[in-house]
């Protein structure tokens, strides 16, 4: 029987080969019997590129069959059209029969052998005519299950009005449980033996994206005591850092500029006095050195004597899957790579692409191997990993596939190339400024806007990002624009999570200010890390 995702012994205990031979078993079935049937943003596509996907046989045939790439705008564009759908096809109901026959050839082909039993004994109770009723039931129960939309968190960017949600199902959620406690269970693996137990803190902002989410779920089940909380959203920071020393917490897990700034700040200036060994899993934005080290001094200031930083990595469109550094100067391991795989692509001048060779740096492309909902393949997330291997990993010895130094795409017209749009991450939620800078145009009052992303220390390139919007109202300058400014603050709010710093000034201003002739509508002054 093939496993549909590996807990974390088994992920340590199997190697790379035995990891791909199974991806690329996983990755067929689900192209051939779940993909091709009921995707219909990816049926059209091997329509129109004349691609059998019966030919497929493992991931980097997607580059062999030259399978275009899909990139952000694509996906805000068809929403819909990338949700697994075996109800319909091509516009028009399917038999119930056939959705069925479907998912008992894919869950037999994928190696899912007790999905597959239960399928094939209801479907033959109704053939036959033996309780055909209640396993009718059984099978329709077990479609909603695996197909029907749950709940969704929302990608960044967006097209029109709201940020693009990304739909999760019952079975989809059930994978997410499986698979996000993994993630903690590899931050703290070196201290497990000893009999450690550990006593953890959400501190990822509370909004429906998947950090808090999949935070919450992971470390409720590892934990002997969990304190959920929304980082400095209900709770002034201060205050966390009281309950945290109330109740022993030893692992805290948030947003690297979010800790450094605010909690352990806070922490700094308080009483407070530290546990023995503390874990600290950063997600959510890049992890600079200096950021971890600050965090370490901090505790260590308060008398901790061992502390581990550890990166995650993931995002709304991976969804139930995840990558975790062994150690801060570890690579990230994919710790789902059964229902997910992680790959690495350069594009070439000509609009072609390759998977680029394990030394060579390439862009973060996901390409789900299960799971149901909303479902990408050979999706570009818009990050670049340094270089990837597959193998045992120098620091921790567990034999995968890893990768190394993720981070942003940050050129706005190479990100324009790979993503289709431009996006900039403030506080860790990804924005698009451009959509943001229409909407604030169209208001009545609006002359000319300046959206510039900064830090709140300039000085300072760790501090906390800022969002600045220079704003020149129509006519001459009068003396009240609080109305104005609590609309822009409002429109800016909803569509990108960020509370901005509003600034009238006169159009003449901010032209020279925003650069004269060549002005620059959007700009990103925030300081460079050394
Ligand atoms: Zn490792």
Redesign the pocket.
Known sequence: MTKTTFTFKELKRTNHREIKRMQDQKFRAFIRYQVWPNHPYYRRLFKENDIDPFNITCIEDWAKYKIPLVKKHEYKDNLAQFVLNPSQVDGKDRDPAKIVSDLMTYTKKSGKSDEYKFIRNNGARVKLHLGADSAKENLQNHLTHRYAPLQFWLSSGRASGLPSPVFLTRYDNEMLFKNCVKVGQMAVDPWIDSGWELSSMNLFPYAPHLGWHAVNLGLKQMSKFYIATSAGGAIPSEKLVEIAKSFKANGFAGMPSYLRNRFFRAMKESDYTAPEKVVVLLAGEKIYDPVAQDITQTLQDKGAKEVRIIGGYASSESKISFAVQ??HR??Y?NVSPLMLSFEFIAMNDDGTYDFVDEDESGHVTLFHLDGAGTIFEGFLLGDVASRHENGP?P????DGP?FWDIGRQNDAEAQIDIMGLREKKIKGATVNLTALREDLLSLGEVEEIQVEVAKEDMSDPYSMDVLNLYVAPKGPITANYDSLILEIKRITKNSTEVTPNVFIIAFEELLEKAGGMKFMEICDVRPKPA
């Open positions: 062994c150690d570890g690579p391991h990993c620091l921790c010895g567990i890893f």
